[in-house]
Structure formats: structure tokens, C-alpha cells
């Protein structure tokens, strides 16, 4: 049995809220709502969906203040970066309702002698989001929009931690009258979420989460024959060539890193460093780091803000001590904060990672930089590849044609070139290997779960 959805300030270690676990009667009753909705939906106009998806951004570009800082409170963002968050969403509401109605037309195909037939993009029923604390606001909408506009009903199973941003989102999906049924956020126990897997109206699992948790429900989907996208881990390689701008690098890498206070998949995790750069990025990225003032998320001055739970902080300590312990050579030092009250980790930089470290192939969540250095780019590629992950990653160099080249060397599902990872509507955000299947964002998130059904003529 599951213990109640608590949301813990990581700033001031209060619990701020605290709701029950579902009862079977509200499991029940969301299910059954949400099956009206999807065939009730069934055929009518996509674009009235859109004016709805419309409607939820204006209103979330209306409570802007109250939902960065419920993000906030509950996960330690800094207020800041919890606003981004929020505009991400109006941007992904945005996107979908001006460009998806098109997406969803009728594409046609030829076959035989010249005989006709379309592919049609239905929808296919529920779909189980189960999404992680790190982007509490903007990781539902990216399941939620193209969904809601493909005629399928999102039940959301959120993490705990958040779970006042769960709450604050189902409010805005009634008053932007999304429709009963279309939208429902339960507090789920996880054998909850067994049991909705294993219901014959629920027919798509969206995950993101870690690689354990993401295997996991995948088996348990599969078992059901409900079909699964994983968005999990990422250890992303960071190349910086050595004709690079390396004063740009340096700033972008410790930006990107730091963001979220470490806590993003597509953070640069590993940064790789051609030889003849290698200490003048090291240089640059200790002075980028001396900078950082620690403190309230909500104090707009702070730049660095705590980690989003006790586990959170525990864990990255153990990590820490146990890539020291095996070899790792520590460059800049940090560590948990003693003297601070919230859970606040300052950065530390590894370097000499080598493969037999236990925490060589392992993601740090939160503000660690791993600093490789290779003697030429075929090193560089092959250590950037040597991961259990795939998610995506960042290659630097003045040379566009050439850092191009090296993009598609590495075994991931998206590469950036001069700019760090980031989430853009308008591309498909996803990876292979354990950072998951299945893709969100873009047209292909839109398809993910649709049923693509062919009407031959
Ligand atoms: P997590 O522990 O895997 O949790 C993710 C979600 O799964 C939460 O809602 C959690 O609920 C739920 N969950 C955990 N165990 C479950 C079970 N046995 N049955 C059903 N649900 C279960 O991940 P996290 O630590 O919160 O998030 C960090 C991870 O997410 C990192 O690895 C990060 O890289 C990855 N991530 C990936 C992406 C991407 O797009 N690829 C984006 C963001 C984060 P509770 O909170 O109730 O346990």
C-alpha cells in the first residue's frame, strides 16, 4: 500500500500538501468518463479540439505567476526557470492547435494498378501518462495536447512530489472546459497503475521517468499488448571540437548543466573536450561556477537552487562518493551544503572517469560535470556512445559541415550543434538505447498514439 501524495518544499523542508491515494470508486469513475469521452469524440471536428487547446493556453498564460511558483515551491525551481517552463507549455498548446488539425489529415497512398486508399489518424483510446517531478507543468502538457487534440483521454499518474502541480493542471483543463473524461489526474498507488494497464479501455502508456521505472511499466504494458512510449534517462555527451568558440561552449555547457539545478535528462552530463581545448574550457567553466549564488528559488537573484528532495540529495552524494572512491578525480569541489537549510548541492567537476567506475555509465541527476578528455574525434565519438543511454547531446565546433558529421556518429535520438539540448514543439524530442522508444513532440508525437488506419478504395 502506498503511502499519500506528499509535496515537500525543497527549500524549506515543509510539507506544504498532502492528499490520499484514489479510491477504487474515483479509479472507476475516471475510467468510465474517459471512455465516453473517447468515443463520444469519435468523429467530430479536430478543430474545435484546437480552440479548446487554445483556450487551456490562455489560460495558463493568465496564471503564469501562481503556476511557476506552485512549481516552485513544490520541486525548488528557480522562479525563473519555472516561468520558461510555463511558456514551453503555451508554446506546445500553441503549436498543436495551429498546426496539428493539418497533421491530421488524410494522407494518401497509391497501391496496385493506380488504385487509391488513406491513411487515417484515429484515435485509439485511453492513455496513462506516468510523468516525473523535473518538469512538472510542461511533461503533461507534452503528452496532453496531442492527445487531447487526436480525440484520446489522458489519465495522469504524476509524482508524488508534484502533485500540486497535478492538481492546479486539472483545475485549468475543466475551466478551459477541455470536456469530462478528456483530462484526469489520479493520485495513483502503483498498483493502481498495474490495474489500469491491465484495462481493455486503456490502450496507450506514455512514461517518463528513469530507465528502472520505464522498463518496468513497459513489461507491465506489454503484457496487456498497450502500447508504450519511454521518455527515460540521459548521460548526453557535450563535444567541444578543438576549433570551437570555447568561451561560448564553456558558458553554454555550465548553463545548461546547472539548469533545473542539474535535474534535466538532456543535460550535458558528459563533457568532452578535445585535447588541445581541454584546459582552457576547464578554466572557463571553474570561473562560470565561482559565480553561482545559492539561495530561495523564489529570490530572483539566486542562480543555483536546491535539489528537489532528501533522495534527491542522498543519492548524489552516494554517486559522488563512490565515483571518488573508484578513481575519479575531483576539479572543482562541492558537494551538499551543511550550513543551508533546503536540500542545496553545490557543483562539483569529475574528471578521469574511466570505464571499469561503477559510476561511469550512470546518470548523475543534479549539478555534476564529468569532463573527458580525447586525443582525436574518433575518441570522441567513441566515448560519447559508450552509454547505456542514447537520449541526445551537443557537438561544438565552428565547422557546421563537420560538427554535422560527428552529429550523426553518436547513437542518440537528437543532436544539437552550438547550443545545448533543449525542447522545441516543432522537433521530436526522444531516444534509443535506455533512454527509451517513441517520440513526443513535433507531427510524431501526434501519431504516437494514434491508430493509423488505412481505408483501401
Ligand atoms: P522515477 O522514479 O522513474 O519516477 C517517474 C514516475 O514514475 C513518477 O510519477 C513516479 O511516481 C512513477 N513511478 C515510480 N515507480 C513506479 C511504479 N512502481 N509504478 C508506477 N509508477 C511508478 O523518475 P524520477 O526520479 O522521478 O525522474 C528522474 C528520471 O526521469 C531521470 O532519469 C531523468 O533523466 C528522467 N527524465 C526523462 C525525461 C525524458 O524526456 N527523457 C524527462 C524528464 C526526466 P512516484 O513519484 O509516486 O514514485
Known amino acids: 500500500m502506498m503511502m499519500a501524495y506528499t ?7 515543509e510539507v506544504i500538501a498532502s492528499y490520499e491515494v484514489a479510491s477504487q ?5 475516471a475510467l468510465q468518463r474517459a471512455q465516453a469521452y473517447y468515443l463520444a469524440t469519435k468523429g467530430q471536428p479536430v478543430e474545435k479540439r484546437a480552440q479548446k ?63 487509391e486508399a488513406f491513411l487515417h489518424y484515429e484515435a485509439s483510446g485511453i492513455v496513462l501518462a506516468v510523468e516525473p517531478w523535473n518538469f512538472p507543468h510542461s511533461q503533461v502538457i507534452r503528452v496532453l495536447a496531442p492527445n487531447y487534440l487526436l480525440g484520446n483521454p489522458v489519465i495522469l499518474k504524476h509524482a508524488g512530489q508534484v502533485a500540486t502541480c497535478a492538481q492546479a493542471l486539472e483545475e ?50 506489454a503484457a496487456n499488448l498497450v502500447k508504450s512510449s519511454l521518455e527515460l ?35 550535458p552530463k558528459r563533457l568532452i573536450l578535445a585535447k588541445e581545448i581541454a ?29 528537489a528532495s532528501e533522495v534527491a540529495l542522498t543519492n548524489l552524494t552516494k554517486q559522488v562518493t563512490a565515483a571518488c572512491e573508484n578513481g575519479a578525480q575531483v576539479l572543482v569541489e562541492g558537494g551538499p551544503v551543511a550550513e543551508m537549510a533546503g536540500y542545496f548541492f553545490k557543483p562539483v567537476v569529475l574528471r578521469g572517469l574511466t570505464p571499469d567506475n561503477p559510476m561511469y555509465d550512470q546518470e548523475f541527476f543534479g549539478p555534476v560535470f564529468q569532463i573527458y578528455q580525447a586525443q582525436d574525434e574518433a575518441e570522441m565519438v567513441t566515448i560519447a556512445n559508450e552509454s547505456q543511454y542514447g537520449l541526445a547531446g551537443a557537438v561544438y565546433s565552428q565547422d557546421k559541415v563537420h560538427a554535422d558529421e560527428l552529429a ?3 547513437s ?10 533543449t525542447s522545441h514543439p516543432e522537433l521530436p524530442f526522444g531516444g534509443v538505447k535506455n533512454s527509451g522508444y517513441g517520440r513526443e513532440l513535433s507531427d510524431l508525437g501526434l501519431y504516437e498514439f494514434a491508430n493509423c488506419k488505412i481505408i483501401a478504395w
Open 7 to 13: 509535496v515537500t518544499n525543497p527549500y524549506t523542508k
Open 25 to 29: 470508486a474515483e479509479v472507476d469513475q
Open 53 to 115: 487547446l487554445l483556450k487551456l493556453a490562455d489560460l495558463m498564460e493568465e496564471r503564469k505567476e501562481q503556476l511557476a511558483k506552485t512549481a516552485s515551491l513544490s520541486m525548488g525551481k528557480l522562479i525563473g526557470q519555472a516561468r520558461s517552463e510555463v511558456d514551453l507549455c503555451l508554446e506546445i498548446l500553441r503549436y498543436y492547435a495551429a498546426r496539428g488539425p493539418q497533421m491530421l489529415r488524410a494522407k494518401p497512398y497509391l497501391y496496385g494498378a493506380r488504385q
Open 172 to 221: 485549468l483543463a475543466v475551466e478551459a472546459d477541455l470536456g469530462t473524461g478528456a483530462f484526469k489526474n489520479l493520485f495513483l498507488s502503483y498498483q493502481q497503475v498495474d490495474n489500469l494497464l491491465a484495462d481493455r479501455r486503456v490502450s496507450g502508456l506514455a512514461v517518463t521517468g528513469s530507465s528502472q521505472v520505464g522498463k518496468m511499466l513497459a513489461g507491465k504494458a
Open 233 to 267: 534517462g540521459g548521460n548526453d555527451a557535450f563535444l567541444v571540437l578543438a576549433d570551437a568558440d570555447v568561451k561560448k561552449a564553456a558558458h553554454d555547457a555550465a548553463r545548461a548543466r546547472l539548469r533545473n539545478s542539474g535535474q534535466v535528462c538532456t543535460a
Open 279 to 307: 584546459t582552457e574550457f576547464c578554466d572557463l567553466l571553474k570561473k562560470e561556477l565561482a559565480q553561482l549564488k545559492l539561495g530561495n528559488p523564489l529570490d530572483e537573484a539566486t542562480t543555483l537552487a536546491p535539489l
Open 408 to 410: 550523426q556518429k553518436l
Open 412 to 421: 542518440t535520438g537528437q543532436v544539437f550543434i552550438n547550443q545545448p539540448a
